[in-house]
């Protein structure tokens, strides 16, 4: 009896392993803000990829830090004690992350980062270059201006890329000192769009018609910004965005728009790309270093303009 049960429980396990999908892989997606448009389009390139290559046996688990760094490393630590095959981080300032990083390596689980940061626990992450899209709209933006006004400088210092992003405009604003900055705020990530709203509707009372333009990190905030000064009545002003989101571009497209500028990243792209990243690394078992071109890896994102944003609407 007791062999016939055991050989039983033996058949019985080894016909759930021959029906286990041999390329079967649990993935954990950790958002920095899974609110965030550029989160979403990741997200999306990853899923479009998914389904064009029928992984209908990758399951992926989503896990939103609500713009938190502390949640962000709850999420990592949460997704390495599950054992997951793999964790993918997208937007998130790692630096809070170390210990669950750390808890990720000792669990063998190979990490694969999205415009976070190179750390020592990922393998690779996929960017675009923070300082150079800023270096291409931030003198674009001054010199549109003729290199004299006054502007409101909207920054975001807890992500790595927009805060690359300010710090190169501040370094570019040296060389315009007939360029005033009338007033700088650091955005509150966890509620952007609100907080980003309220501030500018402030700004808006307090400066009035002296406000020539605005520089914000990303699309989301110049939007809001233009929300803003538009029910105040200032329409006049000129107010550039970073990420190249499909709204974003119809708004630079518009010829009476006050957005001039934005920056198109290749979200989508990314999210594929880390997809053909994981199938080769995690489920056919190549080398890292082979695969991999570099730590850090870079993708074009080229500037957008009233001249040429036809070439970017979708």
Same mark, same amino acid.
């Given at each position: 009896?007791?062999?016939?049960?055991?050989?039983?429980?033996?058949?019985?396990?080894? *016909?759930?392993?021959?029906?286990?999908?041999?390329?079967?892989?649990?993935?954990?997606?950790? /958002?920095?803000?899974?609110?965030?448009?550029?989160?979403?389009?990741?997200?999306?390139?990853?899923?479009?990829?998914?389904?064009?290559?029928?992984?209908?046996?990758?399951?992926?688990?989503?896990?939103?830090?609500?713009?938190?760094?502390?949640?962000?490393?709850?999420?990592?630590?949460?997704?390495?004690?599950?054992?997951?095959?793999? #964790?993918?981080?997208?937007?998130?300032?790692?630096?809070?992350?170390?210990?669950?990083?750390?808890?990720?390596?000792? +669990? =063998?689980?190979?990490?694969?980062?999205?415009?976070?940061?190179?750390?020592?626990?990922?393998?690779?992450?996929?960017?675009?270059?923070?300082?150079?899209?800023?270096?291409?709209?931030?003198?674009?933006?001054?010199? $549109?201006?003729?290199?004299?006004?006054?502007?409101?400088?909207?920054?975001?210092?807890? /992500?790595?890329?927009?805060?690359?992003?300010?710090?190169?405009?501040?370094?570019?604003?040296?060389?315009?000192?007939?360029?005033?900055?009338?007033?700088? /705020?650091?955005?509150?990530?966890?509620?952007?769009?609100?907080?980003?709203?309220?501030?500018?509707?402030?700004?808006?009372?307090?400066?009035?018609?002296?406000?020539?333009?605005?520089? +914000?990190?990303?699309?989301?905030? +110049?939007?809001? *910004?233009?929300?803003?000064?538009?029910?105040?009545?200032?329409?006049?002003?000129?107010?550039?965005?970073?990420?190249?989101?499909?709204?974003?571009?119809?708004?630079?497209?518009?010829?009476?728009?006050?957005? #001039?500028?934005?920056?198109? $990243?290749?979200?989508?792209?990314?999210?594929? $790309?880390?997809?053909?990243? #994981?199938?080769? #690394?995690?489920?056919?078992?190549?080398?890292?270093?082979?695969?991999?071109? +570099?730590?850090?890896?870079?993708?074009?994102?080229?500037?957008?303009?009233?001249?040429?944003?036809?070439?970017?609407? =979708?």
């Amino acid at each position: 009896m007791k062999n016939r049960l055991a050989g039983m429980i033996t058949a019985a396990l080894m *016909a759930a392993a021959m029906a286990a999908p041999a390329n079967a892989l649990d993935i954990a997606w950790v /958002h920095s803000n899974a609110a965030a448009q550029s989160e979403q389009r990741v997200k999306a390139g990853f899923d479009a990829w998914l389904k064009e290559t029928n992984k209908s046996d990758w399951k992926v688990s989503v896990l939103d830090s609500g713009g938190s760094g502390e949640q962000t490393a709850s999420n990592i630590q949460d997704a390495a004690s599950r054992g997951v095959g793999a #964790i993918i981080i997208s937007m998130s300032d790692l630096r809070a992350s170390r210990a669950a990083l750390d808890a990720a390596k000792a +669990a =063998k689980i190979p990490v694969f980062a999205v415009d976070s940061g190179y750390v020592d626990g990922v393998l690779v992450d996929i960017t675009t270059n923070n300082w150079a899209m800023s270096a291409d709209v931030s003198p674009y933006l001054l010199d $549109q201006l003729g290199g004299k006004g006054n502007i409101i400088f909207l920054r975001m210092a807890e /992500h790595h890329g927009t805060r690359k992003r300010g710090d190169v405009m501040a370094n570019v604003l040296k060389e315009y000192p007939d360029v005033k900055v009338l007033a700088e /705020h650091n955005i509150d990530y966890t509620a952007f769009f609100e907080d980003t709203s309220k501030t500018m509707e402030d700004y808006a009372a307090r400066f009035g018609k002296d406000i020539n333009a605005v520089w +914000a990190p990303w699309d989301e905030p +110049a939007q809001a *910004a233009i929300n803003s000064l538009k029910a105040a009545g200032l329409s006049d002003v000129k107010v550039i965005g970073i990420d190249g989101h499909p709204q974003a571009v119809a708004e630079v497209c518009k010829p009476d728009s006050m957005m #001039i500028a934005t920056v198109s $990243q290749p979200f989508e792209g990314m999210g594929k $790309q880390v997809g053909e990243w #994981i199938e080769a #690394i995690v489920v056919n078992s190549k080398p890292a270093d082979e695969v991999l071109p +570099a730590k850090t890896v870079y993708m074009d994102a080229p500037l957008v303009t009233k001249r040429n944003c036809k070439d970017f609407l =979708k």
